[in-house]
T-cell receptor, first 112, second 114 residues
């Protein structure tokens, strides 16, 4: 079945470090791919998305490129800040019933 | 942008009582609303999908008589946890979908049953 696999956390980095959170997917069709972020005590917010192969989503310094050949959508940021500490979820949607299929989430901890 | 308001943000109730959680799309009409449950340090678990005016579609393993979902209008869906027990304590999140804005999530409700 369709699924999303994320790297396990927590990921702990120092401020200004480079961030990569891996996300790979399995899907029978051509999904749209999303990254959501959940800050402590808050709900989910859409961080970025890509709807077709080779699209790059970007927002707040974060980027992710839809790689069909490797079925991946890795999240990257060149220089993280303490305020980026949150849980990040990768998700896909095939559109047939509008359900999102979620990865397990990766907790990111940024130390000053 | 699209905003979904979810209330209450947290609630404590006694075992055996019922709790209602509201999810409103403030500036758009949501064709579909979703209810999720999130366990500590885990991902979101989809509980049910509801379309306005029709019965909710529950995921396998979710008790429809315990988690009552009403989607009476294009801007309001409610989740009622009936006869709550401590194992129902969790973080519940709603999401509303529109063709224009995609998915928008509420800020979640922390339910604690004592």
């Amino acid at each position: 079945g369709d699924s999303v696999t994320q790297m396990e956390g927590p990921v702990t980095l120092s401020e200004e470090a480079f961030l990569t959170i891996n996300c790979t997917y399995t899907a029978t069709g051509y999904p749209s791919l999303f990254w959501y972020v959940q800050y402590p005590g808050e709900g989910l917010q859409l961080l970025l998305k890509a709807t077709k192969a080779d699209d790059k989503g970007s927002n707040k310094g974060f980027e992710a490129t839809y790689r069909k050949e490797t079925t991946s959508f890795h999240l990257e940021k060149g220089s993280v800040q303490v305020s980026d500490s949150a849980v990040y979820f990768c998700a896909l949607n095939l559109g047939s019933n509008y359900q999102l299929i979620w990865g397990a989430g990766t907790k990111l901890i940024i130390k000053p | 942008g699209a905003v979904v308001s979810q209330h209450p943000s947290w609630v404590i109730c006694k075992s055996g009582t019922s709790v209602k959680i509201e999810c409103r799309s403030l500036d758009f009409q949501a064709t579909t609303m979703f209810w999720y449950r999130q366990f500590p340090k885990q991902s979101l678990m989809l509980m049910a999908t509801s379309n306005e005016g029709s019965k909710a579609t529950y995921e396998q393993g979710v008790e429809k008589d315990k988690f009552l979902i009403n989607h009476a209008s294009l801007t309001l869906s409610t989740l009622t946890v009936t006869s709550a027990h401590p194992e129902d304590s969790s973080f519940y999140i709603c999401s509303a979908r529109s063709d224009l804005d995609g998915y928008t999530f509420g800020s979640g409700t922390r339910l604690t049953v004592v």
